[in-house]
């Protein structure tokens, strides 16, 4: 039986947990808040009793545990076992956590989960980087576990993560500004119409343009940004994201833009 230990029962955590223990996977978990224990899962008070005998141990932590989540059982997780780190962490701090996996003879994945994990639970789609990536495909992947080995180099998983989070994140932050607008200035039904039109209608040419399109009209797009800007403040609204629109077209000026790259479908 595959015997796997979780630091961190948190919303992901728990999910995992739960669902790997459906599966018929030994799930031991560790985690000093007082929160559920998941149906299944056995739950000790100690990180060291979590990982006795265990073929992985998962830290499912934030980001600032992540560390902690790693050295608070090193005396007592088995040589040559696998650590894995599913922390939302940089490509820095994975290198770290390796480093520290690698000076106690473990393995260590680098592991990014693509989407939300409630309603995916452990079939969360995944990447996975460092020199355990193998070994972490060959665990879970007869649990028909979405995941996909991509290097031997612990952070390159967490790289491919962050890079999208910055456009997905920003994109939410922008809506979520545009529509504090659109309320203040009475249109909101029609402005949430229109960008979902926007949104439905998105594609590759459409993103390419995105590029493409503000290098081409940089000087128009920054004098549009700047008076979107103050409409924002004459509608009482601090215009934290246009602010750095405005800034991000003048270095387009400046600096040009990224090339595109070759369509996937070429």
Request: aromatic share 4%.
């Amino acid at each position: 039986m595959l015997k796997i230990a979780v630091f961190g029962l948190g919303e992901a955590g728990s999910l995992i947990a739960r669902d790997l223990a459906y599966a018929g996977v030994q799930v031991t978990a560790y985690d000093p808040a007082d929160v559920v224990t998941p149906d299944g899962v056995r739950r000790v008070h100690h990180p060291g009793e979590a990982v006795v005998d265990v073929d992985m141990t998962m830290g499912i932590t934030a980001s600032a545990d992540a560390k902690t989540a790693i050295n608070q059982s090193l005396k007592s997780i088995p040589s040559g076992s696998l650590y894995a780190d599913l922390s939302t962490s940089s490509a820095g701090l994975k290198k770290q956590l390796a480093d520290i996996a690698m000076t106690n003879n473990l393995f260590f994945a680098d592991v990014a989960l693509m989407t939300i994990v409630p309603g995916n639970g452990m079939h969360t789609p995944a990447l996975v980087s460092g020199a355990g990536a193998d070994k972490y495909v060959s665990l879970l992947s007869p649990l028909e576990v979405p995941v996909e080995a991509i290097s031997e180099i612990p952070g390159d998983a967490a790289t491919r993560k962050l890079l999208r989070s910055v456009m997905m994140k920003g994109l939410a932050s922008l809506v979520i500004e545009a529509m504090q607008a659109g309320y203040a200035a009475g249109c909101e039904k029609w402005l949430w119409d229109n960008l979902a039109e926007q949104l439905t209608v998105a594609n590759e040419k459409v993103l390419s343009r995105l590029i493409t399109g503000t290098e081409t009209h940089a000087l128009r797009r920054l004098h549009e940004m700047q008076a979107s800007q103050a409409l924002l403040e004459e509608l009482g609204i601090d215009p934290v994201m246009t602010r750095s629109t405005v800034a991000s077209h003048k270095q387009v000026l400046e600096k040009g833009v990224p090339p595109v790259p070759d369509s996937k479908n070429d």
